[in-house]
């Protein structure tokens, strides 16, 4: 699988990444339903063993039962592979109900950045970055003041930021490089392109992608019937682009994914995946599954590319008007 260099770090990491928020399981706000650790640690090992080299999760995923999977996964591993990078993220603190709140105090990310070690089972994690920003005075230049003492101490490696716009990640630069930026992005969430992207480029910051297939809508699985019935702790349920009436157009998009991809052997959602990866500014993307068979499913966006006639395809898709 192909690999690009991220940002400033010395690690050179592939094209996609195992991404865990959905292995964290039920019973916090933003999960996926119900889901098998053993089907997890399966996944994880599928994608490891066809080559994927980082794992991407977060602290707040499951309320650390995320990072616990991916620890027991790779233990469980052995000397397969080498042991692939790991991410994590911090800044979503949880209480005893499983209330949870940005905070970008220092003493909150010290706290939070030694359960991670401990869940993860590491003595340094590879890329830790701030989940969220937040909007209190001087709460982003304290938690990056926080994040560059751990990595000076070597508890953390690299470190970047989620979910920032380019005058936030400049608030940070100011105090320390940033290595990475992680956001939002797919066919469906555009918005980074105009300024978010030409700043990461010009600042040689690695962007990595999340919810490229957007969150499972655009993997060519998705149907109306499905959308209808997520178990109702699904956030995806909350999600007007699983609700009419943008469901039936984005299910048209599918269809024009879906046929892209059958001339190449390739899925919607490799297909989708791959228009992520078309960007120059983007180092990778991070791309979820709860079984080994979606790993499967995924997997050869890390080498495949569309060609300028087919980004050109998908393109006129936005041109044309809503059927009626």
């Known amino acids: 699988m192909q690999t690009k260099q991220l940002g400033n770090s010395d690690m050179h990491i592939t094209s996609i990444g195992f991404g865990a928020w959905a292995i964290g399981g ?18 994880i090992h599928r994608a490891l063993d066809l080559g994927v080299n980082w794992i991407d999760t977060a602290a707040v995923y499951g ?34 109900q499983g209330h949870i709140t940005r905070v970008l105090e220092a003493r909150s990310i010290r706290r939070e950045c030694e359960g991670s070690l ?11 970055q701030i989940h969220w920003p937040t909007d209190g005075p001087g709460e982003i230049e304290e938690g990056w003041t926080a994040l560059a003492e751990l990595q000076r101490e070597g508890k953390v490696r690299w470190i970047g930021v989620s979910n920032f716009d380019a005058g936030q990640m400049e608030r940070a630069r100011r105090i ?11 066919l469906l969430r555009r918005g980074i392109e105009a300024e978010i992207l030409p700043y990461c480029a010009a600042h040689g910051i690695g962007v ?18 499905r959308a209808r019935n997520l178990p109702p702790d699904d956030w995806r349920r909350r ?21 892209i991809g059958a001339r190449h052997g390739v899925s919607p959602g490799e297909a989708a995946i791959a228009w992520t990866l078309r960007h120059p500014a983007v180092t990778a993307a991070i791309v979820g599954g709860r079984s080994a068979e979606q790993v499967e499913g995924v997997i050869a966006a890390g080498d495949f590319r569309l060609s300028e006639a087919e980004t050109a395809e998908l393109e006129s898709f936005f041109e044309a008007p809503a059927a009626r």
């Open 118 to 128: 401990r869940r993860l089972r590491v003595e340094a994690i590879d890329l830790y």
């Open 63 to 96: 309320l650390g039962h995320s990072e616990e999977i991916v620890a027991r996964a790779l233990e469980g591993y052995g000397g397969r592979r080498a042991r692939p990078y790991v991410f994590t993220k911090c800044g979503q603190a949880w209480d005893d």
């Open 208 to 225: 990595i992608a999340y919810s490229p297939m957007l969150s499972g809508l655009l993997t060519g699985a998705m149907t109306r019937e």
């Open 176 to 186: 320390a490089p940033i290595t990475s930026l992680q956001p939002p992005y797919s």
């Open 239 to 259: 999600n007007p682009e699983f609700q009419e009436p943008r469901l039936t157009r984005n299910l048209e998009l599918v269809e024009r994914l879906r046929a």
């Open 26 to 43: 039920s019973g916090w706000s933003f999960a996926w339903g119900a889901q098998d650790d053993s089907d997890s640690i399966a996944a």
